[in-house]
């Protein structure tokens, strides 16, 4: 049979199935135990929630692997990014800009920060190991939190740009109560579908994605075939920065622009390592299982230890998938030459 | 002039192999221990050893466990407050379980929990590597904290969730932990105990371990063909880390702060230790220290100057400028220096050799 | 023991039908030789041929999907790289592998790992049995050190140092193990002539002193004739020729490989 057909079929087949085992397992679990409670309806609509948080989860992850496949650096800033762009848009709409005025603005701004961060941080670390990039990332993590922070001040801010937030009941026939679905996830999604497609188009189709490709292929071999490396990254950072201002948005929109933003995007590194570092696909179907993954086992297993497994949940289904499959489900597999 | 070390030759490799082999800074060491253990608690008021000294020996020591891991074996760890949480609530079920025990067989022991907790989120580093690791070190960091906040039983049933160390002496009448310890007899104490396990920690580095955890950092494959087990290297460097940092936690909430919740040990303290090996110096003992004496008198300098100056600030600004003033000396130090306080501190020293004839 | 006496022995490392895959790319098919005890063995080909490949096989770090490889009588089909290491197999590399942070003289002292027995509390007290050991190898070393004329540099970073020093402190790590079987990865590679002449003398004096047997591979066949005492030819994966210099000089196979042949 056709390998590609197969995979195909693979991946339309293994989810749903893989859905369904773990509802029958769980059904097992609540009739041994009185502690839990399941339903498939019930089950669905965890799931389906699940799902839609791991959008955001993705919206996030995805800055991270824009500047992971463009320069090999682990943007551990990405998470701060969301909350300063956030922070910014939000400052704006206060001076009384309409929304979407305001978010040029704002877009204007994190494209400044890519600039300011190509000069101060990349240029004077350009091959220096990946791991201390990495920490300068964190130095950039602290230095935004506080910047934005002190910017416009760390309270609790609400950010409102009249995404529905009506819920409504669907398959009401099918389950008994139907299932809860929330106007704003789908919104949501489909924020996160456009984006992809739109980066998706960007980095086949246009000139600066095939540079970006052979940057994120070999720095040097780029360079010498005349791509500029600093103007590379500048535009993958402000692209970076504009994916986080649209995270940000929907986060903000959801919960509210606050601090714990900055911490809610960490939950995006064990999205990356499910989905393998250089993987826009890999993002998406990560976040996705993240997402539904952690929501699902805190209704239905957290009350068996106590609740809030959603602290530490997907760090685990990271670690334990690491074991197994080291490049991640979509990344290329690490040949190591001597 | 003073720092020449022309005329003062090895005969032996014993000599040559020593930690200090140049006189001069023998004798500063001599120097600086006679001001660490007889000036220090005279001249220094408690607000000073309880604010400054104590925690930076504390730190020192946790600092110390991550160089040995990051510094020395290379293995990125973002855990650290989790397992400093491992060690303080072990040691206060022991201390409370136990109360014959001897404090300093409690923060051992401690340690050696934490070391078998190490160990287990050390596995992963034996199939991945760099920021693979570090995500996977996180793991450890949330779910511990997870456990000794989720299950009263680590808090013996407290309903704050709060631990309080029981009070103990170090030797009779000299209490160390609880209300009753004066903050001299603590800094003393803090004092020898971190100072000998630097020691230890500095003779495992010179020693065969340390050259495997080095070899392992610089070059695995390497490593593995000569001989090393990267099992073996890893994992007794995830070990000794954690045994270190284990201490340090133990230390935190006995010595210093003698009341803790799990939530002191979130993922900002595992970020503050990171800060003091990068700032001090990854890969070597002082700059351990350098790096924990930085940061913690960065924040009490930030907090005074502005007073000092006569300006007005909220305690809100100061908090994010803190942020801001670290984020930004990391960048700067991985830019300018990334060894380090530890390297600055040998260039002066050598410049030092030199002078005042540089050639 | 002077040289041109020495006493060529029975093979001590057997390869039999090895044969090793990329993917769909073979990068070794069918390849047997035997390594003999105290001789120096030259494995060549042009490049792509498989050459490192091979010694990556023999030391571990790749694992041949057929075929048998028989060390000192035992035989294995796969290992880890760290296991040959304690067999007695030491190993350099094409592109340097040293270990960038550390001094030469602790870069040669790690070779000595597999040697030192002190345990984890000795180590952590240093004083006694490990401050011993320590010296004894450090003597050891030492001796390595004067032996391949590199005093100077002991307590330089090797990662500061020029390209053919760091070649030198790499074979002096390896020697530092007192391996049975060293196989060196083009040692000679970016070296001047006076660079590859020292050269040349060390890989002979270890030869003749110490008795290591030597697998290398080299492209400078000025070399290769002058100082081995056998030679193992391979081409796009597959063994050419297998025999002492002037005969595979003679090999119209070899000669057709290396100089292109007229249709």
């Not at chain 2, 201490?247 to 800060?275: C, H, K, N, P």
């Not at chain 2, 942020?323 to 990391?330: E, Q, S, Y």
């Amino acid at each position: 049979m056709n390998p590609i057909a197969l995979r195909f079929g693979f991946w339309v087949l293994a989810p749903p199935l893989l859905i369904a085992a773990i509802g029958f397992g769980l059904q097992g679990l609540a009739a041994a135990n009185s502690a839990l409670f399941f339903t498939w309806g019930f089950f669905l609509e965890v799931l389906l929630a699940g799902l839609l948080q791991g959008v955001l989860y993705a919206l996030v992850a995805l800055g991270f692997v824009l500047i992971f496949k463009a320069s090999g650096i682990f943007n551990f800033a990405q998470g701060s990014m969301v909350l300063f762009a956030a922070l910014t848009l939000v400052g704006f709409i206060g001076m009384g800009l309409h929304w979407t005025l305001a978010f040029i603005v704002t877009a204007g701004v994190m494209v400044l920060l890519a600039m300011v961060v190509e000069k101060v941080v990349l240029r004077p670390l350009v091959n220096q190991p990946h791991i201390i990039l990495f920490m300068a990332t964190i130095g950039i993590f602290y230095f935004l939190d506080g910047f934005g922070q002190m910017l416009w001040g760390s309270d609790v801010k609400m950010l409102d740009i009249g995404i529905t937030k009506e819920t409504t009941f669907i398959l009401e026939g099918v389950f008994e109560g139907g299932i809860l679905v929330n106007g704003f996830d789908l919104v949501a999604a489909l924020v996160g579908a456009v984006l992809v497609a739109v980066l998706a188009v960007f980095f086949q189709y246009t000139r600066v994605g095939r540079a970006l490709r052979a940057v994120a292929d070999d720095h040097q071999a780029a360079l010498s075939v005349g791509i500029p490396l600093k103007t590379i990254w500048v535009i993958v950072w402000s692209v970076a920065g504009i994916v986080a201002l649209v995270a940000g948005i929907m986060w903000g929109s959801k919960a509210g622009v606050q601090f714990s933003l900055a911490l809610i995007a960490l939950k995006a590194l064990p999205v990356l390592i499910l989905g393998g570092f250089t993987s826009i696909p890999g993002a998406i179907v990560g976040g996705l299982i993240i997402g539904a993954g952690e929501q699902v086992a805190e209704v239905f297993l957290g009350p068996l230890v106590g609740g809030a497994i959603q602290e530490w949940f997907a760090y685990m289904l990271a670690l334990i998938f690491l074991l197994f499959r080291p490049q991640g489900l979509f990344g290329e597999r690490i040949i190591e030459r001597i | 002039m003073l720092y020449r070390e022309a005329g003062q030759f090895k005969t032996s490799y014993g000599a040559d192999q020593a930690i200090f082999p140049i006189r001069q800074d023998r004798i500063a060491l001599v120097l600086f221990a006679g001001i660490a253990v007889l000036a220090v608690p005279v001249l220094a008021s408690n607000y000073f050893l309880e604010t400054i000294f104590v925690p930076f020996l504390v730190f020192a020591l946790a600092a110390l466990g991550l160089n040995i891991l990051t510094g020395y074996c290379g293995q990125l760890s973002l855990g650290t407050g989790g397992f400093m949480a491992c060690g303080a609530f072990f040691s206060y079920k022991l201390a409370v379980g136990i109360p014959e025990l001897h404090i300093v067989l409690v923060f051992l022991l401690a340690g050696l929990g934490t070391a078998a907790v190490g160990v287990l989120f050390g596995l992963p580093s034996l199939r991945i590597k760099g920021f693979y690791l570090a995500v996977a070190t996180l793991a450890a960091q949330f779910f511990l904290v997870w456990v000794f906040n989720k299950f009263p039983w680590w808090t013996n049933y407290s309903p704050s969730g709060v631990i309080s160390a029981p009070p103990r002496d170090v030797l009779p009448g000299l209490a160390v932990t609880g209300a009753g310890g004066a903050p001299a007899v603590k800094y003393l104490f803090l004092l020898v105990f971190v100072a000998v396990l630097a020691l230890v920690a500095k003779n495992l580095v010179r020693s065969r371990i340390g050259r495997t955890w080095m070899a392992t950092r610089d070059m695995d494959i390497a490593a593995e063909i000569i001989g090393i087990r990267p099992l073996w290297a890893k994992l007794s460097a995830f070990a000794v880390s954690s045994f270190y940092i284990g201490i340090a936690g133990a230390l935190w909430a006995f010595v210093y702060t003698g009341s803790v919740e799990a939530l002191a040990f979130q993922i900002d303290r595992s970020f503050q230790v990171l800060f003091m090996v990068i700032i001090g110096g990854l890969g070597s003992i002082l700059g351990s220290f350098l790096g924990a004496a930085f940061i913690v008198l960065l924040p009490i300098l930030l907090s005074n100057v502005p007073s000092l100056l006569g300006l007005q600030i909220s305690v809100e600004i100061i908090s994010h400028l803190e942020f801001m003033v670290f984020g930004a000396l990391i960048v700067f130090f991985l830019v300018v220096e990334p060894h380090g306080l530890a390297r600055l501190w040998q260039i002066a020293k050598e410049k030092l050799r030199l002078w005042p004839f540089p050639y | 023991m002077t040289y041109g006496a020495k006493h060529i022995g029975e093979p001590i490392l057997k390869v039999d039908n090895i044969t090793l895959a990329f993917g769909g790319v073979k990068a070794l098919s069918d390849i047997s030789f035997a390594i003999r005890e105290h001789e120096i063995l030259a494995i060549i080909g042009p490049n792509g041929a498989g050459k490192t490949s091979m010694l990556n096989v023999i030391n571990g770090f790749y694992h041949p999907q057929q075929g048998r490889i028989e060390f000192r009588g035992v035989e294995r089909r796969t290992m880890r790289p760290h296991v040959a290491a304690r067999q007695g197999i030491a190993r350099t590399f094409q592109n340097v592998a040293l270990f960038k942070g550390m001094s030469t003289l602790d870069n040669i002292m790690t070779g000595r790992v597999l040697k030192m027995k002190s345990n984890l509390f000795q180590q952590a007290i240093y004083w006694g049995a490990n401050r011993r050991e320590e010296i004894a190898h450090r003597q050891t070393v030492e001796k390595i050190i004067d032996f391949l004329e590199i005093q100077a540099i002991r307590r330089t970073p090797v990662g500061r140092l020029p390209y053919g020093l760091q070649k030198r402190v790499e074979l002096a790590r390896a020697l530092a193990m007192e391996p049975d079987l060293l196989l060196l990865d083009e040692p000679m590679a970016g070296m001047n002539v006076e660079e590859k002449e020292d050269m040349c003398r060390f890989i002979l004096d270890v030869n003749d002193e110490f008795g290591t047997t030597i697998a290398l591979i080299e492209h400078d066949m000025g070399v290769v004739m002058d100082i081995s005492d056998r030679v193992v030819v391979l081409d796009y994966g597959r063994k050419l020729a297998d025999g002492p210099p002037d005969e595979v000089r003679a090999n119209q196979q070899v000669i057709e490989a290396y100089l292109g042949v007229s249709h």
